[in-house]
């Protein structure tokens, strides 16, 4: 089974509005870490937000906001007033075996490629 | 350096001939990551160093492929007898605090590979 499962290919969305990039998880840890990346057509992969599994409150940094519900096992992120300059790859991904001395690789979806319209 | 460095930048090779791609980490990291990119693909793990544990080689495509991490700083991805299917993006990462809540990890620009 796969371990991220980025079910959206492509999106788009007009400027200025919200939109929210899909990720869902499947893991038997109960400590784990989500992360999600930006990349852009330069090719470099640029780290957005970070969810931990103990964390209560939702992730957020400035315009992203980590959408967490623990019990279906999403993760999704969404992006409010989005600029063309969001444009880009979107990867959800995850860390398993946190604060249990495995902590183990980062397991990657296969992206989401958003573009931002006027 | 103020974040993962890899060199060379890009690299166009001969079928046949061996290369290896450096990766400079953040500096007092102890975590280090390879991953490869091919063009429109997500990120394929390849292999994982952890402070002076043992590898996690699990992703590492063939016997063609062997990584080195010496003094847990500068690590080096070999890749021998390189095919045209191992041209892709080399990307390396590293991460601090490696048991802690609120690590990140943070990728280099990555190395371009093109086997000709």
């Known amino acids: 089974a796969q371990k991220i499962t980025q079910t959206q290919p492509g999106m788009f969305v007009q400027e200025k509005e919200a939109v929210t990039l899909d990720c869902t998880y499947d893991?038997?840890?109960?400590?784990?870490?989500l992360f999600w990346y930006k990349q852009p057509s330069s090719g470099e992969m640029i780290f957005l937000i970070y969810q931990g599994s103990y964390d209560e409150q939702n992730a957020t940094e400035g315009r992203y906001s980590l959408n967490f519900q623990k019990a279906r096992k999403s993760a999704n992120l969404v992006i409010s007033a989005s600029q063309l300059g969001d444009s880009a790859m979107y990867f959800c991904?995850?860390?398993?075996?946190?604060?249990?001395?495995?902590?183990?690789?980062?397991?990657f979806g296969t992206g989401t490629r958003l573009q931002v319209t006027l | 350096g103020a974040g993962v460095s890899q060199s060379p930048s890009n690299k166009v090779t001969e079928k046949g001939k061996d290369v290896e791609l450096r990766c400079d980490p953040i500096?007092?990291?102890?975590?280090l990551y390879w991953y490869r990119q091919s063009l429109g693909q997500g990120l394929e793990f390849l292999i994982y160093f952890q402070g002076n544990s043992a590898p996690d080689k699990s992703g590492l495509p063939s016997d063609r492929f062997s990584a080195e991490r010496t003094g847990g700083s500068v690590s080096t991805l070999t890749i021998q007898r390189t095919q045209q299917e191992d041209s892709a993006v080399y990307l390396c990462a590293s991460s601090d605090r490696e048991f802690s809540s609120g690590n990140t990890i943070y990728f280099g620009e990555g190395s371009w590979l093109t086997v000709v």
């Open positions: 500096s007092g990291h102890t975590a």
């Open positions: 893991t038997s840890d109960q400590s784990y870490g």
């Open positions: 991904a995850m860390r398993e075996g946190l604060h249990t001395g495995t902590a183990s690789k980062l397991t």
